[in-house]
């Protein structure tokens, strides 16, 4: 089966937050992992939104509250219904437009991942190695990057090389991901592999689009990015 990355539409929505309390307060959720169930009931920000704008179903939260998402209330209960384990938490968010208070949105944070589905005989990584240049002073002043493609086996192999090159200038990071094609599930979330946000079936992608949901786009997960946006990109096929 063929998967998409929902992607928000490239609209300036958000003017500024209003904060609840200090950044580094551990009740605030901008402080809790993105990766893990909170056990508490969380401190969330307010987000003032520009005047004029329509408000979306879906859009990225910004600011300290990345890299969560907003949804809306249609949105949330569409997604659930969709899942038959709860792999997203959704917590209530007041949004701010011309002074109003706005209620019936939501704010994520993922629980449980799908890294598992990821297909690596088609799959392939980028393999940064940064070094490091100094001057004469000894002085870090700038760094040379190497870029090499690289195929994984399987995920034990990617992690053992990821945690080999962590504090040592190499990242890992898919350029071509593909998913299994025995995968079946509609929503899949990636954890140890480092693809963001929310990945959905081609068949749950149709039914978001006729249930007339605002403010989604959809890249298809196996095009890089440099691909998709750009003057030339892909995206430009598809969306105005």
């Keep these: 089966m063929k998967y998409y990355q929902m992607m928000k539409s490239p609209k300036d929505?958000?003017?500024?937050?209003?904060?609840?309390?200090?950044?580094?307060?551990p009740m605030f959720i901008g402080k809790h992992d993105n990766r893990s169930k909170v056990g508490f009931e969380p401190i969330?920000?307010?987000?003032?939104?520009?005047?004029?704008?329509?408000?979306?179903?879906?859009?990225?939260?910004?600011?300290?509250?990345?890299?969560?998402?907003?949804?809306?209330?249609?949105l949330k209960s569409f997604l659930e219904k969709c899942c038959e384990s709860a792999c997203i938490e959704f917590f209530p968010i007041t949004l701010i437009q011309s002074k109003e208070k706005v209620e019936g949105y939501w704010i994520t944070n993922f629980i449980s991942f799908s890294d598992d589905s990821l297909d690596f005989d088609r799959t392939t990584f980028?393999?940064?190695?940064?070094?490091?240049?100094?001057?004469?002073?000894?002085?870090?002043?700038?760094?040379?990057?190497?870029?090499?493609?690289?195929k994984f086996n399987n995920l034990s192999e990617f992690l053992k090389v990821k945690k080999e090159g962590w504090g040592n200038g190499?990242?890992?990071?898919?350029?071509?991901?593909?998913?299994?094609?025995?995968?079946?599930?509609?929503?899949?979330?990636?954890d140890k592999v480092p693809i963001l946000g929310i990945i959905v079936?081609?068949?749950?992608?149709?039914?978001?689009?006729?249930?007339?949901?605002?403010?989604?786009?959809?890249?298809?997960?196996?095009?890089?990015?440099?691909?998709?946006?750009?003057?030339?990109?892909?995206?430009?096929?598809f969306y105005k």
């Design 44 to 74: 969330i920000s307010d987000i003032i939104l520009n005047e004029g704008e329509r408000i979306p179903d879906f859009f990225s939260a910004g600011g300290m509250l990345s890299p969560r998402l907003i949804v809306s209330s249609r």
């Design 126 to 150: 980028y393999v940064d190695t940064d070094t490091p240049i100094k001057n004469k002073y000894g002085v870090y002043v700038d760094r040379t990057r190497n870029t090499e493609l690289r």
């Design 170 to 190: 190499v990242s890992v990071y898919p350029k071509r991901p593909f998913v299994k094609e025995s995968e079946k599930r509609p929503i899949l979330l990636f």
């Design 13 to 25: 929505l958000i003017k500024n937050y209003i904060e609840k309390c200090h950044v580094n307060d």
């Design 201 to 237: 079936s081609e068949d749950l992608k149709k039914e978001i689009e006729e249930n007339g949901f605002q403010g989604i786009e959809f890249k298809p997960l196996e095009i890089p990015d440099e691909e998709w946006y750009g003057p030339n990109g892909l995206r430009k096929q």
